[in-house]
């Protein structure tokens, strides 16, 4: 198969490095306005050759590696694809850009998000083995065409993910849980210290706790912004039970109320082992 990759950055490129290591897939080509980011792929060799936006329709796969927005905009760009060529978003949310998704080309596309990623952006940042062992989610298959349905399935499978199906709105729900809440508090975490009188001071004592709260801290505030904005409903859901256990937490502080504190500490370990 000839692929695609709209978007060199950490998920295009660590696509592409992956896919050329399986035996399905003949050419990689790539695409992004960027022109830097173009010139550091192909030193990188995360793609074999940059092509222009219309030689991408001539792809049996196309990956939009791009910010959520961004995918649905691109998308209104691919109404005139060929019926057999199969168009892939990898973003973070999934309803909107579903429910934006051209009608006219919504068998062939599938809807899917790679729970991979680390806080670091562009071209550089790209990772040979980032989808290894990880969990895809495909979403609303069944509105696809088998062709393209097979296609997706294959590939995420020769490079090595877990697939999971489900529903648009219900990942959603669950994304804003376990990925976009934790982003939001990383933000806050860094953002309440840097607002301290003397942040330097402070970080001079920083060890792994606040490094790893903060670590996604680091991530492209315009991809998650975009991310943010299209998942916003589920998003405020996600925060407010954050703050109701945080409220809960101080409350429990406030009183010196310590054997109920530990009781609430314990609760939160037992995640562990489900995960």
Known sequence: MRIGIVGLGLIGGSLGLALQKTKIVSKIVGYDI???????????????????????????????????????QTLQKLKDVPENCTIVDLGSTKEKIVKSTPKKIRKN??????????????????????????????????????????RAVQI??????????????EHDLHAAFISHMPHAVSYAIANSVMKQEDPENILILAAG?????????????????????QNRDNLLKALQAFRDEIDYASDLVKEEKWEELEKWMAQGREIHKII
């Open 34 to 72: 960027d022109i830097d980011h173009c010139e550091e792929a192909l030193k990188r060799k995360l793609v074999h050759e940059i092509v222009s936006f219309e030689e991408l329709k001539r792809c049996d796969m196309i990956f939009l590696a791009v910010p959520v927005e961004g995918i649905i």
């Open 109 to 150: 596309f599938i809807a899917a998000h790679p729970m991979a990623g680390t806080e670091n952006f562009g071209p550089s940042a790209a990772i040979e083995d980032l989808y290894q062992n990880k969990m895809v989610v495909l979403c609303n298959i069944e509105e696809n065409g088998e062709i393209h349905k097979n």
């Open 209 to 229: 706790g606040f490094k790893d709260m903060s670590r996604v801290a680091k991530s492209s505030p315009k991809m998650w912004g975009d991310i943010f904005r």
């Open 156 to 169: 995420f499978s020769h490079i090595g993910m877990k697939i999971v199906f489900m529903d648009a709105k």
